[in-house]
């Protein structure tokens, strides 16, 4: 090839992938125990930790283990995981000593929802009178 010849490759010639490279959030972290938490419950589809920078003197965190972003983005092939989630909360509660008293369960969706993590998570707020409207 001459000096100051250029050749153009087709979009046939050379194929690239897409590549997307997903970091994990920081609730898969905790969930394949590459951090710590204090984990207060598990079983196969979920796992319950208390929350670093409690809202409430109970602040707990319930993520189920298979990702799922937001709840604005749940289908209905995860109507059985959905169900369970609260099923737990509520056996969580009880666990906690709060159920008798009263308990808030909060999903956050998006920015405006003031969603921090893209994990779909159930915040479990209780062990003092909550206010409302909240934030």
Not at 101 to 115: K, L
Request: proline share 7%; aromatic share 6%.
């Amino acid at each position: 090839m001459a000096s100051g010849s250029f050749f153009r490759l087709s979009s046939t010639s050379l194929k690239l992938k897409p590549r997307v490279v997903a970091e994990k959030t920081i609730f898969q972290k905790i969930v394949d125990r590459e951090i710590p938490a204090d984990i207060i419950y598990e079983d196969d589809q979920c796992l319950c930790f208390r929350d670093i920078a409690p809202q409430a003197p109970v602040h707990l965190l319930l993520v189920p283990k298979k990702l799922i972003v937001r709840i604005g983005q749940a289908d209905p092939a995860n109507q059985d995981l959905l169900g369970h989630l609260l099923t737990r909360i509520r056996i969580i509660a009880e666990q906690e000593g709060v159920s008798e008293d009263g308990f808030r369960v909060v999903i956050n969706n998006g920015r405006d929802g003031g969603e921090a993590v893209p994990h779909l998570h159930l915040h479990l707020l209780a062990g003092r009178q909550l206010s409302w409207p909240p934030g």
